[in-house]
């Protein structure tokens, strides 16, 4: 069974040792501190705690000053303080939650009674632990809301953020060569490599939707490229483990959108959950899917491009101007090659002037230039779909000829 460790702060040894004689005999594990100060330095070390019994009268720094400084990081639902206090005045009582604290014991107390309360608050505190498995801390923060008690339906933030979609190409075929069982568990091995990589970047997993993922990033587009690059690399580090274990490697389609957006709380009373609104949350969702058309890992949209601090630190190359389904008005669409492996990554760079000479003579109509351009891109890099496709499209335009008032954007069908 799992050892809860406690932490207790009183200045007076005998308190301490009744204290830790208590709670050993329960099978807590307990760890001692005579002071506010040697009670913060455990924590600032990296040490958990599940629960920490804290005297409020002590010297140098008291009770309600050691709680305040560990709810600057620590939130009541995350790690429960119980104050040890001589004075029972309500007032007294009051200041101590104020404070931060969750719940009292007067002294001197009783054994049943201090058991009883710090099984209590242990129970609690992981059930909110397990409560943020489902719904996490991030979300909780960003709904401005201090546990998963607060939530209610409705409850939704509006503002311009970046958003990610992703999924595993070819998914369906793949698991069609595996039992349910086998299926299951590698959505959960892929996702336990790369979900880490969303949190390490500043964003947040939305939900999942099988083997795919739509997450957001607050705090804007860098965030969201940074994550997608990182998860991306992680996938290539992942591939790595499977060729080593005999199994197939697999391909990420990765699409990034910022924009207007609510994120927030639906359903309705009896069953809720987060979910993300936006005429450019299901542009994301596009882009996303573009990424198997284009032969590409990470497409981005201009308005990521534009909102990026130093774009020029990313090696972006630019893919299309595109009118996606279920659009009226064009959009441009980018390749971030840090996504790809390094050998991707130089062969597209190596035949990138070669590429965009092909781009230039398509937006002037000179088709067979661009098809001669394109075809030297094949030359060397026979894999990039994305100079076929452009070369089907001038071949096509070439026979067919230029529809009227054409604006040089492809309207796609593909969803």
Known sequence: LEQFKILIVDDDPINLQVLNNHLSL?????IQALNGEQALSFLESGQHFDLIILDIMMPRMSGYEVCAKLREKYPSHELPVVMLTAKNQVSDLIVGFQFGANDYLAKPFS??????????????????????????DAFLDFLKK???????????????????????????????????????????AYLREVSPKIREHGGFIVKYLGDGMMAVFPNGADDAVRG??????????????????????????????????????????????????????????????????????????????????????????????VIVQGKQQPISIYEVLDGE?????????????????????????EFRAAKTCFYQVLAVNPEDKTAVLYLDRVNHLIEKGVPENWSGAWTLTQK
């Open 26 to 30: 329960q099978n807590y594990r307990v």
């Open 111 to 136: 054994k049943d009674e201090l058991l009883t309360r710090i099984k209590s608050h242990i129970n609690l505190s992981q059930t909110n632990s397990a409560y943020g498995r489902f719904f996490p």
């Open 146 to 188: 201090e546990s998963i008690v607060d939530i209610q339906l409705g409850n939704h933030v509006s503002k311009q953020m970046a958003v990610m979609f992703s999924d595993i190409r070819s998914f369906t075929a793949l698991s069609e060569t595996m039992t349910p069982q086998e299926n299951f568990d590698f959505v959960n």
């Open 228 to 321: 997608g690059i990182a998860k991306l690399q992680q996938v290539h580090r992942y591939n790595a483990d499977r060729l080593d274990s005999g199994y197939q490697p697999i391909q990420v389609g990765v699409g990034l959108h910022f924009g207007q957006m609510m994120v927030g709380i639906v359903g309705e009373a009896a069953r809720m959950q987060g979910d993300a609104f936006s005429d450019n949350v299901n542009l994301a969702s596009r882009l996303e899917s573009l990424t198997k058309l284009y032969g590409v890992s990470l497409i981005i949209s201009e308005k990521v491009l534009d909102n990026l601090t130093r774009p020029e630190q990313y090696q972006v190359r630019f893919l299309d101007r």
């Open 341 to 365: 492996t390094e050998l991707v990554r130089e062969i597209k760079l190596q035949t990138q002037q070669d590429f965009e000479r092909g781009l230039k003579h398509y937006r002037r109509h």
